[in-house]
């Protein structure tokens, strides 16, 4: 039966088309095809263009910039979550860190505002994973760190956190 379901999905498909010089450069030399990319683009001559693999990495860039925002966003809550609790070993490293990581999650939210409407999910995922380091980081069982994140947006961006 999954056989057939399989025989029957690639009858479905169209038959591509073998892969076009742009196709081979963009897998043997990256650079050299953006800069080819570019200059289509420029003189418009859109029947050159890679289409497919244009649409991958303008994609991946989108999801580098995500990646990147919530790679500050960890080490920041990181650093919050270590602070608030071991008050004690409080460092100014730590504080560096989280005002290191606060300008530079900033600058990328400047820089790609539309990324505002994903930060609740964004914020999920990093504060998971910025949990895991603090106990990792501390000693501490990660059962001592709240499950959700204890400060909202604001709280995380303002200098005063």
Known sequence: MIATK??????????????????????????????????????QEFSNLDIENLIEEIESLGRSERRTLESYLEVMLMHMLKVKSQPQRH????DLSIKNS???FKKVLKQSPSLKSKFAEILKDAYASARLDAALET???????????????????SEES
């Not at 479905?12 to 897998?27: C, I, N, Q, Y």
């Not at 000693?139 to 961006?157: A, H, R, S, Y």
């Open 6 to 43: 399989k025989t029957t999905q690639s009858a479905s498909r169209k038959p591509r088309a073998p892969a076009p010089k742009e196709t081979l450069l963009h897998e043997k030399d990256f650079f050299k095809w953006t800069r080819k990319q570019a200059a289509c683009l420029k003189k």
């Open 91 to 94: 460092s100014k490293s730590w």
């Open 102 to 104: 606060r300008q530079k």
């Open 139 to 157: 000693g501490l069982d990660e059962k001592v760190f709240p499950i959700n994140c204890p400060w909202t947006m604001d709280q995380i961006l």
